[in-house]
């Protein structure tokens, strides 16, 4: 079955700094991979997505996030944080699953920015 | 504006009271699917629907029921709530499949 991890719980970074969030997934196919970031009392949004092509993607707010299929990663950067972008960021994988392609999502990773 | 709309944002309510919480959204799509989110499991999805009068079960589907009479719609229904289904549930839709989902902003229900 699919599944993703995400194994940063909680990540702490200086306003400025640069970010890279974790993500690895297990799935049999070439997945469709994305992230979401879902801000205090928020619902969740869409940063971007990898469906196919080129293996590094942007997305808004400044994020990108790089596809690895020999280390099964999608990993999300960003060059410099700012304090709006602290928030719950999710990594999920598309699959498809008798005819219901659905998202699979990792269990978050927490961003705080210190100033 | 496209949107998901959910209501209600906040919910308390006492084991076995009946309760629904509706989901709309205004931009068309096929795809309507909704999610409860738990602290250290992410978003585990309870029901979908891939089209008006075509619903099936999501991989939580225990305890909840839900309905698909117009696209537009697609409420959860909870018909004798308990209080492991205190929780944080989204709805969300997409135009025809389930990938890159648009997410309503949340219902944070309490069962007491």
């Known amino acids: 079955a699919q599944s993703v991890t995400q194994p940063d719980i909680h990540i702490t970074v200086s306003e400025g700094a640069s970010l890279e969030l974790r993500c690895n997934y297990s799935y049999g196919a070439t997945p469709y991979l994305f992230w979401y970031v879902q801000s205090p009392g928020q619902g969740l949004q869409l940063l971007l997505k990898y469906f196919s092509g080129d293996t590094l993607v942007q997305g808004i707010k400044g994020f990108e996030a790089e596809f690895k299929r020999s280390q099964s990663s999608f990993n999300l950067r960003k060059p410099s944080v700012h304090w709006s972008d602290a928030a719950e960021y999710f990594c999920?994988?598309?699959?498809?699953?008798?005819?219901?392609?659905?998202?699979?999502f990792g269990t978050g990773t927490r961003l705080t920015i210190i100033p | 504006e496209a949107q998901v709309t959910q209501n209600p944002r906040y919910l308390i309510t006492v084991t076995g009271k009946k309760l629904t919480v509706t989901c709309s959204q205004n931009?068309?799509?096929?795809?309507m699917s909704w999610y409860r989110q738990d602290p250290g499991l992410g978003l585990r999805q309870i029901y979908y629907?891939?089209?008006?009068?075509?619903?099936d079960k999501g991989d939580v589907p225990e305890g909840y029921k839900v309905s698909r009479k117009e696209k537009r719609n697609f409420p959860l229904i909870l018909e004798s709530p308990s209080p492991n289904q205190t929780s944080l549930y989204f709805c969300?839709?997409?135009?025809?499949?389930?990938?890159?989902?648009?997410f309503g902003s949340g219902t944070q229900l309490s069962v007491l």
């Open positions: 931009m068309n799509h096929e795809y």
């Open positions: 969300a839709s997409s135009l025809r499949s389930g990938l890159a989902q648009v």
């Open positions: 629907s891939m089209n008006v009068e075509v619903t």
């Open positions: 999920a994988v598309g699959v498809s699953n008798f005819g219901n392609e659905k998202l699979t």
